[in-house]
């Protein structure tokens, strides 16, 4: 990685298995990493709608996971804003990890994407 390029930021958890992967993705290139754990600092509101600008907001829901089924998410109404706010609340609502390198970011296990961010 060029001098002075910020390092690979991973928003994740320590329980989820596909952070973990990613982790040790960018470890075992020598890349510089950031890990945020989502259980100890929330993602800010702008960082947020830097992932959601690509994927949506609704298309970082994790649906197949316990936290999106017990909210009842799949069934209620709600804005974008309140959708935020859930978000920042229970993190676990994310699919994980949220990966961002310089212009690039990627949801979920996804090492095409982190091929590239490597590459930069």
Known sequence: MKPGVKPVQIFGTKSSQASRAAERFFKERNIPLQVIDLKQKAM?????????????????????????????????????????????????????????AQHLVSLGNDPEAWKAMAAL
């Not at 709608?49 to 994790?62: P, V, Y």
């Not at 197949?64 to 998410?73: C, F, H, I, R």
């Open 44 to 100: 800010a509101p702008g960082e947020i709608k830097r992932f959601s600008d690509k994927f949506t907001l609704r298309g970082l829901l994790d649906t197949e996971s316990s936290a999106y089924q017990d909210s009842g998410l799949k069934y209620l109404k709600v804005t974008d804003a309140e959708l935020l706010l859930k978000i920042e609340k229970d993190p676990r609502l994310l699919k994980l990890p949220l990966v961002r």
